[in-house]
């Protein structure tokens, strides 16, 4: 492989992403130089750098109903979005600067601004606007799984959140070319195998 190929893995809290997408740059990293990455490119910094606030702590993993957070208010939302959004289109300098042959994997990417919680007062305007300013991904992919296994494993996220959040990201990323599923169910090791099966690596 000659070119640049990126990947975005995404999908609700507990799907698999992480998991999936740190495999899928062990299992790449044996033929391909491979950039491991999550959520934004970083060449914007964070907003709370900017505005000289104390990042917020993480939730534990793990904690029940954890991600069961507030939609922002949509000034907020939009605020946030236009600014991971540059950061994003900026995106491009990073793709560029990479090799020949390298693989750029992330879990969780700008896609997240379709169909995260936090999210859902966002007009889509605004994310699909800086995507289709930004890189391309070649594959967008999400795991699917039982969203009750998923819950009884990670119970961050309700049942019922879950699968509204597959079905946000069906109905909001289906329009991409580059968008597929997978089915995680059977484990990470065979998505992997399908990840790279469906890219070609």
């Known amino acids: 492989m000659n070119r640049v190929c990126y990947i975005v893995v995404l999908g609700p809290d507990g799907s698999g992403k992480t998991t999936i997408a740190d495999r899928l740059a062990e299992s790449l990293s044996k033929n391909y130089s491979v950039h491991r990455m999550n959520f934004a490119f970083g060449i914007m910094p964070s907003i709370s750098r900017v ?6 702590q993480a939730v534990p993993e793990g904690k029940l109903d954890a991600g069961m957070v507030r939609p922002l208010r949509p000034a907020k939302a939009v605020l946030l979005g236009i600014w991971y959004g540059i950061d994003h289109v900026l995106g491009h300098i990073t793709v560029r600067r990479a090799k020949p042959g390298e693989v750029i994997v992330f879990a969780r990417s700008y896609h997240d601004f379709l169909y995260q919680r936090a999210y859902l ?8 606007l800086f995507l289709a300013l930004g890189p391309k991904p070649d594959l967008v992919v999400t795991p699917l799984r039982d969203p009750v ?25 289906s329009s991409y070319s580059y968008f597929s599923e997978i089915d995680a169910n059977v484990g990470a090791e065979y998505a992997v195998k399908k990840i790279r099966e469906r890219i070609g690596l």
């Open 51 to 56: 505005l000289g606030r104390a990042p917020r």
């Open 121 to 128: 007062k966002l007009p889509c305007v605004v994310p699909r």
């Open 149 to 173: 296994v998923i819950n009884e494993g990670k119970p961050e996220l309700t049942i019922d959140e879950i699968t509204e959040q597959y079905d946000r990201i069906t109905s909001r990323l």
